[in-house]
């Protein structure tokens, strides 16, 4: 018997995405951030979440592909990896369900420009979907956005 | 029974009590003849003992089983307390906190302390003084000379006939389990069995305190009886719940060693109605209705966790922001009852954030209380004299602060006792009082804590400490010719400084004070020295009155809120622009007497929507680092108010120009800017 995983489905583009369910927070609508300056430009601000200032990311910026203006089906999804608590903005949350971790492939090199690190694999679901899978860690890895500020420096 | 459940509450209450016995044994050093502090030292210890022994921790138990001993002498005026013992109590108390601490450190309180015991039991055989700390003769018995039964001289004759006529006289320890829940009742039941069986002389606890359960898992019994040694052990185990019962025949001999802490009492009983007999019935007495008057006291509080009062905070900022939605809509729909309501809630709320904020706060004591032990043992291996007169001690201070603070007050002080105060002969030469003074302060002043560390020694020696900073490079010969003496004075902050002609091993003024401030500025505050040559130093911090809640000017750039704290700002005001000067490209404004730069907040934070370059007249905020200063431009001011600091979370940990974040009361988040970011 194959291990199951709950995932929230989110949506970014053309694409569907997982997140493992333990590892989601909240999902909230979206709500007025404030920006914080001297950080990349992907890092929308931060948000006050019950009293806990959070900060926001915009994960199409963070994966470089371009940003669009929030619509009423935006939604910030609250994650919570290694103690540090962090919103995505995405396009939508669709769903909860589970998957068999079995069906779970490993990526290819990009997939719609997106680095294969920041993916934990593709699962497939049914004949015609496909699930990309987040690797958390490394899309919160902070030494990666030093070098972007580098860069944009 | 998991005593893991009890443990935090273990460690918690002998910390308590350690530092109760602390501070009365240095009250008792002052005044020995007190016998009602004897008592309530003597209360202190028994119930560690109680505790220790219920959680499994023997040696520690019988440690303070040794201490009751001795105390247990003084307190009857069978024992006069003198320099000996009261460092062989000292040394006990260290162990014991030792122990206290290697259990906080997960482990088993476990600790050689034979030689300590050893000067205890010496102490109440009274030999201390020909062979002192010698250790000690064991009795044929072993058990019994631990146990130091009071026998009065009813009960020696009864025994000491039974003996000659030949019916063994047995000292019985009964242990019961330690689990054992009715533990009055068990007891109750072996004395059942040893009543069948022979004629109890005397328990200890009294029977009377057994039946209330006033003992801890064990006591012991003297009885008469013709059973056998095994016979009668096998007996008492045969009640449920005992854990062990060890028998042991005494005869003539151990009886005699039993009976002898008690001998002096014998004449004692006879001059019923002298002076000192009356003085001393008396004096128990009144410690215990001191005792009984200090226990509500000590029941009104409880332990929180400081994370779950930072939950609660967090829990009520989030009220406070809805209050203000709801004032919001009660305006706009402006029905009486909805407002009256409303009003009556933001009442409630304005006095619940009182009492949250007031929750973290600790008094300053909790720190204070352990300095009176350390002035006194660094005074003594020092082979000073000083007094520490402690003031303020009930000031309050976050918890957080309150945390950090004892390190640096350690250093300060060790350095007041090592390096401010003169040696005795210094003194005399010097025609000062024999004693030094060290005070120790804690005061509020607005929205600061002071604690000051002042003490009546030969000051800093300006020159010395000049000629040591040239010597160490941390400044030239011209530089120190501008200094005045106040600054110079706090050259000993500077790192890696020592003006100390040796290095002892208590401090070298100097040595770790640039840590004391690097502390103390993590905090929040600022320290510094004053000082006159021969007549004394005197060490001030000013600390913040908590790391959560600070003053902030509130202001706006375009449609951003920022919050500068109010600490850092020296003035605000308005600048027009034709007052703006150009000194090499960066601008500059006149502000008193000096050039200071000009710094745009819109452009360090890339605002936007403002740019003040249009504007005629322009607000700006004077800040000041150490000694540069700097004019900051904004767009507008809001005001000032008192607002809950928020870290901005670990992903934004390293962002400069800022040092955390506030929740406005409209919800919305405005970070904070740190201005010694705007210096660079």
Redesign the interface.
Known sequence: MAEELKVIVFGLGDEEYGIEVEKVRTIERMM?I??????PSF?K????M??????VLDLRGRFNLPETAPTDASRIIIVAVN????GFIVDAANDVIDIDADTIASPPEVVGGIKAKYLRGIAKLGDDRLLIMLNLSEV?N?NEI?QLELLEV | MDMNAYLSMFIDESNDHLQALNDNLLQLESSPGDLSIVQVIFRSAHTLKGMSATMGFEDLASLTHEMENVLDLVRNGKLDMDAFIFDVLFKSLDALEAMVRDITGGGEGKADVSEIVAALKSIVKGDYKSAAAQPPVNTAAGGPAAGAANLDEFQVSVLSQSIESGLPVYYIKVALDKDCALKAARAYMVFNVLEENGEVIKSDPSVQDLEQEKFDRSFTVILISPLEQSALQAKIEAVSEVESAEAIQLDAESLAQLAKPETPAVPQSAAIGTEPQEEASRQPAAAKAQTAAAAPAASRTIRVDIERLDTL??????LL?DRVRLEQLASEIRKPELTETVEHMSRISGDLQNIVLKLRMVPVESVFNRFPRMVRDIAKSLDKKVDLVITGADTELDRTVIDEIGDPLVHLLRNSLDHGLETTEGRIAARKPETGTIYLRAYHSGNSVFIEVEEDGRGINGDKVKAKAIENGILTAEEAAKLTPPEINNLIFAPGFSTADKISDISGRGVGLDVVRSKIASLGGTVYVESALGVGSKFSIQLPLTLSIISAMLIKLGS?KYAFPLSSIVETGLIRKEHILNVHGSRMIQYRNAVIPLVSLSK?????DFDESAEEETEIIVVRKGDKWAAILVDEFIGQSDIVL???????S?????S??T?LGD?????IVDPNAMFQ
């Open positions: 007025p404030t920006r914080v300056p001297k950080t890092i601000g931060v948000i006050n019950r009293g806990v200032v959070v900060p103690e540090m608590e962090v919160l902070k030093i | 905070m967090n829990l009520f900022s989030e922001i951003e360090a934070l890339d605002s936007p928020k870290p901005l979370g670990s992903y934004l390293d962002t400069e120009a800022f955390g974040a929740i919800g919305q988040v405005a970070l």
